[in-house]
Structure formats: C-alpha cells, structure tokens
C-alpha cells in the first residue's frame, strides 16, 4: 500500500462518523449490505435508488478496494441546457471533426463554480442540503441570463463572463463553499478567478482560425436555463487514461479482465512499458477489478465519461427547482445528443457552414501495413515451414500459399517477413472500402519491406486500380532501423524480383534515399529527418489532386505527418509508446489547405478494422483427450 494511501486510510477512518442514515441505507442494510459498503455503493451511483447502489454492490462484489474508505471528489459545475448547449454542443462535434481533439473535449460545457475537492460518503447528504439552501437563497437575484463575451489566444478559445454576472456566481460559490466545509468537514475551494466556459483549450496554434470562425457560429444570447450540478469522480483514477469497450471479452487467463460493451477502463499510462504489444492493463469501472485487456476492443474516452451527477439546482425565471433526475436528460456529458424530445429537423448551425462536395483537394493517406505473419507466428515461423529439403509448405491456412522467388536465400525471409493471409485480405478489405467512399489514388509509395508492397498491391486490388496505378518503392519510408532486432538493414527484394513475382511496381522509379543510405541503428533524430525529408520530396513529385497513398510502418504515422502539418516531433520514449498503440492498418489522413498553404488531419475516409485473436486448433487433444 503506498504511504499517501495508508495516511488517507487512517484520516478517513478516525473521523467521527454520523450516525443518521437515509431512508435509502436502511433499505440496503436491511438487505443486509454492511454499512461503509452500503454508503461507498450509494455514493457511486449518485443516491438515486436502491435497485442502483445494489447492482453496483453486487458488480464490486470481488473489488479489491471495496471495503478502503477512500472518499469521493466533487465539484460544482454551472451548466447551460436549452439551445445554448444545442450550438455548444454542435461547437463540440464539429471542432473535433475539422481540429482533432483537445483538452476541453473530455468535460462537457460547464463553468467551474468550485474546485474538486472530497467529502466523506456518509456527509455527501450534506453537500445535497447546502446546495439546495444556497440555491433558494440565490434563486430571485440569479441573472435571467448571463452576458457571454468570446475570448482567444493561441491556446485557449471560451467565453468569459461579464462582471456584474460573474460577481453573482462568486457570492454563490462563496455562499456554497463556506456552508458545506462548515457543515460537510471538508475544505471547499470556490474559483473566483475570470470566470469562463471553455470551448476549445491546449489546441495547435494553427487551428486558432478554424476554431474562431466555429465558435462565431454560436449566438451567447440563446435562451438558456443554468443548472448548478453536482459531479464526483474516483480520485484513485485522476490521473488515469479512460478507454471504453467496443466489445465483449472474455478472459483466456487468470490475470485477464472480464468486460462487457459499454463498460469503462483505467489505464496507468506509466505501468504499460512491460505489457505485451495489443494489450493494455487496466481496471473496470463497473466491477473494480484488475487485469489485462486487449487494446483493439476498445477506444479512447473522454474523462468525465466515468463521473457521477448526484443534484442539480435549476435557475430559470419561469422555474426554479432542486432536481435529483428528471433534467438528466438535458445536461448529457461530453457533447453527446441530450434531450430526445427536441426536433430532430433543426438545422445544424454549424455544419452548414461546411462546403458540400467541394472541389478535389490533394490528401495524404499513410497507413501501416496489414498483419506479418511472424506477428501471428513468431520470429521461428518460417522454421515452422520447411520441410527437411528446405521447400516451404502451409503449416496453417494463415500463412501465405506461397512465396515469392528470391535470388538469395529464403532464409532472408525471416527479417523481411510476408503478410499472412489474414494480413492480405486486409489489404483488400481496406481497398474494397476505400472504393466504396470515392477515394481516388493518384499515386502510391510503399516502404521496400515486402509486407508494405504486399499491402499496397491488395489495396490496389481492392480498389480496382492494381493495372492502373503502379508502386513507388521508396527505401526512406522504412521504420526506424533502430528497432530491428537483426541490428542490420534486412536484404530487401529488389524492383526486378518485386516485379518479377507480379507485383505492380514502377521499375523506373528512383527513390530519394537508396538503401545504402539506410544505416542500421540510427539515432531518433536521423530518423525524424530522413522521414521529413522523404515527405516533402513525395509532395513536391505529386502535384496533381487527388490521394497519396504511403504504406509504412506504424512509425510512419507521426513521423510523416506531423512534419506535414508543421508540428514538432514528439519525445523519443512518447513516440515509442504512441507507435505500440498503432494496430495493423491503422492510418492517418491529411488533406492540403492551398489557400492557407498548409496541411491538416482529418478524419480517414474508412473505419478501422477490429478484430479478435483465434488460437491454433487441434482437435485430437481436445475432443479426444479424456
């Protein structure tokens, strides 16, 4: 246990307990649910019903921190509902489409009345009677509606509250936090800085003039009511990463964690060095256990997704009112659609702001390449497919029918690995799908690995284009040599053999960096270099509309795009673990601003493909086996 922790243990426990208990802990006591865990339950599930605080009893009922009595933080939010938080919310949606995600995506639209800070579970009650008195006592002063004044720089984009509201707001925190730290013991700290609603925060400077143009579209003055909500969050986890599951797993091992769709996973970014590439370990915020987890089944989320809103206090000049549930529907988090039984047919303010089926501009697509076979089978696989004269054979339908012919030794194979089939149909998958939206390649560059022409070549096929549009083998598109467990450069396929085995290779292409000029274990910098320099070459040799298609390896994703858009290079060990996270056919796409004479990330034309391992089969031992 670590020291900070056992402190808390021991500040928390010797605290005088109430002995008061709400008409919803003497159901779960009478269910017979001990005390501390019946509180800690109803504390999670925001005191809304006993059905909900004794599901989550029984989803915790092999958490190892049940019974820790580390309390909960909370903060109260200011939140807008009604059509401001429609254009807020549209403001969300679209400035994470055109700009990527920045910080203030992982909190939906709030003004930060007071900081987080922690009560104990059997005092929360107390926080719900102060917010109510001071709301009362506030409700005939409270502003109709609150002057917004759009403010920016080059990292921050919000609105800022003029002074005579903000003056309310902060006698109303004041008013808060001096109540519950007097009634609830717990140090609450108003905010009585500039108070604001951030719209965009920790953005590319570069994006500054898409986001103002955006945040112009939203019209302040929307009628509006304002809600004081309540939130809590598991402390343990602040500083965690958040991934929600796509799919269900079902653990293969012991240490493996049991998650269902939907469920909500923390992740320690700094205990991830020693976990095998695709995994992640992590803990359930449904069941509060522990284990590994594979990587692809989930997606990343966004920080108040695992909150709790327990009250809320409505503002609003026709009425005013201490709510506990039924205004939920109007205050979602993060961005999400929030209440159902507005009209669908409203115009979107801000995407009709978007160019419908503009003219064609160049894009960049780099993508890695599809799954190797020695990914599946390990570094021996090709020994796994010799027979004692040295003639390959299909040891299991994933590994290729066949290879192609090489002058030198088959045995070169081992560091230039093939596709597997599943790594080939892919590729094609990919093609079939990048065909289906339009996507039109005017050229293609391949790394000279061979499961990068592979790739290239079935997406082609995929796209109907493998007579039509040859590939550019370029030796500077290969990975970060430093990383080849051979410490040497492996001995390629040339063109000729390439073209040879009917692949669609432009034999007359000369790359910018031959193969001699590869080095092996070269320093992250000389990578960095030689990728912005074989990026800015490409651009410049294709200069008509229309998609670049680059095959690489999972480095290529940023150190090709990132200089692309101007941006610098991430730190060595960053990179190393962003590129862990790159699954096979992850891809990026950039598409050229001409008018503004840059480039920026946009969502990829396709979705990715996911999907889950199948382990070798042997039906003798299984089926037979006593």
């Known amino acids: 246990m670590a020291v900070a922790e056992a402190q808390l243990y021991a500040k928390v426990s010797n605290k005088h307990r109430s002995k008061s208990t709400s008409a919803l802990l003497e159901s779960l006591l009478a269910k017979g649910f001990p005390a501390h865990t019946a509180q800690k339950a109803l504390v999670a599930t925001g005191q809304k019903t006993i059905e909900d605080a004794a599901k989550w009893l029984h989803s915790h009922c092999n958490d190892p921190s049940l019974d820790d009595p580390i309390p909960q933080e909370y903060a109260l939010y200011l939140c807008p509902t009604g059509r401001l938080l ?6 969300w949606k679209e400035s994470k489409r055109q700009c990527g995600k920045n910080r203030a995506h992982e909190v939906f639209p709030h003004i930060t009345l007071c900081d987080f800070f922690t009560c104990e579970d059997q005092k929360v009650e107390l926080l719900y009677d102060t917010l109510k008195r001071v709301g009362d006592s506030f409700s005939q002063c409270f502003p109709p509606s609150i002057s917004l004044t759009l403010h920016a ?75 004081a909500a309540l939130y809590s969050r598991d402390m343990r986890f602040v500083h965690y990463q958040r991934l ?21 996973i923390y992740v320690d970014p700094t205990h991830q060095c020693d976990v095998s590439e695709g995994w992640v370990v992590g803990t359930s915020h449904r069941t509060g256990c522990r284990g590994f987890l594979p990587e692809n089944y989930t997606e990343k989320a966004h920080e108040s997704d695992t909150w ?78 010799l027979t004692a004269d040295g003639k390959y054979y299909r040891a ?42 339009e996507v039109m390649v005017s050229y293609v560059y391949s790394s000279p ?28 598109l290969f990975e970060w040599t430093k990383w080849e467990a051979s410490k040497v450069i492996p001995n390629f396929m040339t063109v000729a053999e390439l073209a040879e085995a009917s692949y669609n290779i432009d034999t007359s292409y000369r790359g910018n960096f031959p193969l001699s000029s590869l080095v092996p274990s070269e320093s992250y910098e000389d990578y960095l270099r030689r990728s912005s320099v074989v990026m800015k070459q490409i651009i410049t040799a294709c200069p008509s509309k229309g998609v670049i298609f680059i095959v690489g390896h999972g480095s290529s994703l940023a150190s090709l795009t990132r200089p692309l858009m101007g941006l610098p290079s991430r730190d060595s060990s960053d990179f190393a673990q962003m590129v862990r996270k790159i ?5 990026c ?29 042997n039906w003798r031992n299984t089926i037979l086996e006593d």
């Open 86 to 91: 429609d254009r807020l919310q549209e403001f």
């Open 153 to 227: 720089s080059p990292s921050y984009l919000g609105f800022f509250i003029d002074d005579t509201h903000a003056n309310v707001l902060k006698d109303f925190a004041l008013a808060f936090s001096s109540e519950a730290s007097a009634l609830a013991d717990c140090h609450v700290k108003p905010c009585l800085k500039q108070f604001h609603l951030t719209l965009a925060h920790k953005f590319y400077p570069h994006h500054q003039k898409t986001l103002e143009q955006l945040a112009k579209c939203i019209n302040p003055g929307e009628p509006c009511q304002w809600v």
């Open 244 to 264: 929600r599951a796509l799919f269900q797993y079902k653990p293969q091992n012991i240490d493996e964690l049991m998650i269902n769709a939907g469920d909500f």
């Open 308 to 385: 709790v809103k327990h009250r809320e206090y409505v503002f609003g000049t026709a009425s005013r009112s201490f709510t506990q549930t039924e205004r939920e529907s109007n205050v979602k988090l993060n961005g999400e659609a929030h209440n159902p039984s507005m009209s669908r047919s409203r115009t979107n303010a801000l995407s009709i702001q978007l160019p419908q089926n503009g003219p064609l501009r160049r894009a960049v697509l780099v993508m890695r390449h599809g799954e190797r076979v020695d990914q599946v089978f390990g570094k021996s696989w090709l020994q796994q497919c």
């Open 396 to 437: 299991d339908l994933n590994f290729p029918s066949a290879l192609p012919k090489r002058k030198d030794s088959m045995k070169q194979f081992e560091n230039d690995p093939p596709l597997s089939c599943c790594g080939i149909f892919q590729s094609r998958l990919i093609g079939e799908a990048l065909l289906d939206q």
């Open 449 to 476: 690995a061979l499961r990068c022409v592979q790739t290239a070549q079935h997406v082609l096929q995929g796209l109907k284009l493998n007579q039509k549009v040859k590939i550019r083998v370029e030796p500077g």
């Open 583 to 587: 699954p096979s056919l992850g891809m």
């Open 589 to 617: 796409y950039c598409e050229e601003l001409k008018e503004e004479n840059k480039w920026q990330m946009v969502n990829p034309p396709v979705k990715t493909l996911t999907h889950g391992a199948n382990a070798a089969f």
